[in-house]
Nanobody, 114 residues
Framework: QVQVVESGGGSVQPGESLRLSCTAS????????VGWYRQAPGRQRELVALNTRSGQTNYGDFVKGRFTFSRDNQKNTVVLQMNGLQPEDTAVYYC????????WGQGSQVTVAS
């Protein structure tokens, strides 16, 4: 069982930045695939960024260089730095871990509005 805990999120104006953090339990963290998904009202959950155990990070097409994913295997932590946020980025953001099964964080609300 992996516990996934998120922090960060909030409300910002267009063009501003936010940082999401996620910590996952377990001694095998470096072997996890870890990433972020988001879900806006009335829409399906979509990939934001996913980092595999090979080290590759895949981003959703909408990211367009605005978001940066990083992970620290020593601290069992991943961070999503989001710059240039726009109203269409408003969603609940979920940290995701894939190990023996899929694990999800509790969700963090990100609201972008002027």
């Amino acid at each position: 069982q992996v516990q996934v805990v998120e922090s960060g999120g909030g409300s910002v104006q267009p063009g501003e930045s936010l940082r999401l953090s996620c910590t996952a339990s377990g001694t095998m963290f470096s072997y996890y695939a870890v990433g972020w998904y988001r879900q806006a009202p009335g829409r399906q959950r979509e990939l934001v960024a996913l980092n595999t155990r090979s080290g590759q990070t895949n981003y959703g097409d909408f990211v367009k260089g605005r978001f940066t994913f990083s992970r620290d295997n020593q601290k069992n932590t991943v961070v999503l730095q989001m710059n240039g946020l726009q109203p269409e980025d408003t969603a609940v953001y979920y940290c995701y871990v894939r190990w023996d099964t899929d694990y999800w964080g509790q969700g963090s609300q990100v609201t972008v509005a002027s």
